[in-house]
């Protein structure tokens, strides 16, 4: 083999080094580009605001519970929920609503007015709601407190 032939030989390391950085840098480009662009949609649009009325709302928990806890019984059946208020709030007028939150998706949360009847109680319909996870957000005042309970059902 002569000297001069040596440096004739070609070779394919160096192309395929820059080949696979490109493919690296590009590949990197683009989920650069899907990440910025995916919409990142928060539980609550005023999630820092709640943040900070959040000793308000466990007062309110506070003394919802001092009073005797909302009953909120979900009946998969008759789709619906039975809201009942405790006997220490009777011959009170309350006024308030009820908040149906989808955890997942904001858009498809609903309020409802609080509208009890003589016995206290209101009857709740779920048919319009999606199946999955629901979070009941009872928020209520009798004129001189404010009352709030939550739970977490299943809608099946």
Known sequence: MKPTDKNKSFTLWPYAIVVCMVLFMGYIAQFVYKAMNKDVGLVSKDYYQQEINYQDQIEKVKRTQALGDVML??????????????????????????????????????????????????????????????????????????????????IK
């Open 73 to 154: 019984d979900y009946k998969a059946d008759a789709n619906s929920i039975l809201l009942q208020m405790p006997a220490t709030y009777q011959g009170k007028s309350l006024t308030g609503n009820v908040v149906f939150f989808r955890p997942s998706d904001d858009k498809m949360d609903k309020q409802v007015l609080l509208q009890l009847g003589r016995d206290q109680s209101q009857l709740l319909e779920t048919d319009d709601l999606e199946t999955g996870v629901w979070k009941v957000r009872v928020s209520f005042s009798d004129g001189e407190a404010a009352y709030y309970t939550e739970k977490t059902i299943q």
